[in-house]
């Protein structure tokens, strides 16, 4: 029988999760458990290179946690543990860090905006983002990592220090490939559709939370922005804002683009509007009440996250120990 290829993929535990990040991580996520051997992961260490209150980020850990199940990721079915739990993520971006260049790190898009955005704590660790993320995918020999669009670049240097280390040394690294969604890879902000849904966008408007309640979706899509003319068409380069609507709509309701143009045609905006966040209402509130159960139930948690651990050290280490062989680290 063939051996099953091997996906990675993570999520900060930080801020409220937004339909972007549903949309774009989990929801893909969720086809592809049946077909590869996942890790997913709780990305807690790239969350402190932005300053976190340390009880929040404990409970926001579980939080993702009993998201990720009550969206059906099965941990019958995957490795779901907690990176810090896991030595080797650290262990390995040291090594990885050495084959990584400054100049590289500062051209990254998402470094450039964290550090304007957070300019007063512009640290190491959020310039060294990228490779700590690396390390997280080339552990576990990751052949598919789907992501959101915005990870793309962050792939591409994951791709590069694997070849840079396999061609220094011998074959060591599996080159990873991201996934990326055709439909849904990139949810824009409903105020300012040009720009992409985030946890830490300033206008609370522009995105929609996966805590947010029923009112507070159907308030927010009520309010999101759309463009001029009247027709309910999908075209982003010149309808950004109902496209947007369009792409949430079609995922959320299962419909391809087309069939979602067709449900509105001939309709207003303000019934098109009402429509979207009612269909996105009605998805998260089970998705929340599960949530909320599995919250309560601490001692399940934490023994997924046991297993998950012993599991994720278990691979982890394999491939640290063949890495520490060939660079000309002395073992006994
Ligand atoms: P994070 O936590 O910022 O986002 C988690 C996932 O959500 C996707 N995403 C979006 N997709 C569509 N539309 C959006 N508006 C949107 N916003 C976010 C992201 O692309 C991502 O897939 N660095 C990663 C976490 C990470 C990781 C890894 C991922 C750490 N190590 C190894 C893959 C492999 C991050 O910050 O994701």
């Known amino acids: ?19 972007g990040n549903y ?17 997913f992961a709780i990305a807690n260490m ?15 850990t579980l939080d993702l946690l009993a998201l990720y199940i009550a969206c059906g990721i099965d941990p019958a079915k ?11 993520h650290a262990e390995l971006c040291w090594v990885l860090n050495t084959f990584t260049y400054v100049g590289e790190m500062e051209r990254m898009t998402q470094f450039k905006d964290k550090s304007a955005r957070h300019a007063e704590n512009v640290n190491m660790g959020l310039m ?16 598919y990592v789907p ?72 308030r927010k899509f009520k309010r999101a922005v759309t463009d001029s003319g009247s027709e309910i068409k999908y075209d982003p380069e010149n309808k950004p804002g109902v496209s ?21 045609s001939g309709k207003g905006y303000g019934d098109f509007k009402l429509a979207v966040g009612e269909t996105v209402a009605d998805r998260l509130a089970p998705l929340r009440a599960e949530q909320a159960r599995l919250i309560a139930d601490k001692e399940y948690l934490d023994s997924v996250l046991k297993a998950g651990a012993e599991r994720a050290a278990h691979t982890a280490g394999r491939t640290l120990s063949k890495v520490y062989k060939k660079i000309g ?4």
């Open 329 to 332: 680290f002395y073992q006994i």
């Open 128 to 143: 060294d983002y990228p490779v700590l993320m690396a390390a997280d995918i080339l552990l576990y020999q990751a052949q």
């Open 244 to 264: 947007n609507l369009l792409t949430i709509y079609s995922v959320f309701a299962g419909k391809s683009i087309s069939e979602a143009e067709a449900d509105f």
């Open 78 to 88: 995957c490795c779901l543990y907690v990176q810090s739990h896991v030595p080797a």
């Open 147 to 218: 992501v959101g669009e915005d990870q793309r670049q962050h792939l591409e240097i994951a791709r590069d220090i694997a070849q840079r280390f396999n061609n220094a040394y011998s074959p060591t690294f599996t080159v990873p490939e991201g996934l990326f969604l055709k439909v849904g890879a990139k949810i824009n902000d409903l105020q300012d559709p040009q720009k992409k849904m985030s946890k830490s966008c300033e206008n609370p408007n522009g995105s929609i939370f996966l805590s947010d309640d029923k009112d507070t979706v159907i």
């Open 1 to 19: 029988m063939d051996e099953k290829k091997t996906l990675y993929s993570a999520i900060q535990p930080t801020n409220n999760l937004t339909i």
């Open 46 to 60: 790239h969350a402190i290179t932005v300053r976190q209150d340390p009880a929040e980020l404990r409970r926001k």
């Open 23 to 39: 949309v774009g991580a989990i929801t893909n996520w969720l086809k592809l458990q049946e077909e590869y051997d996942c890790y």
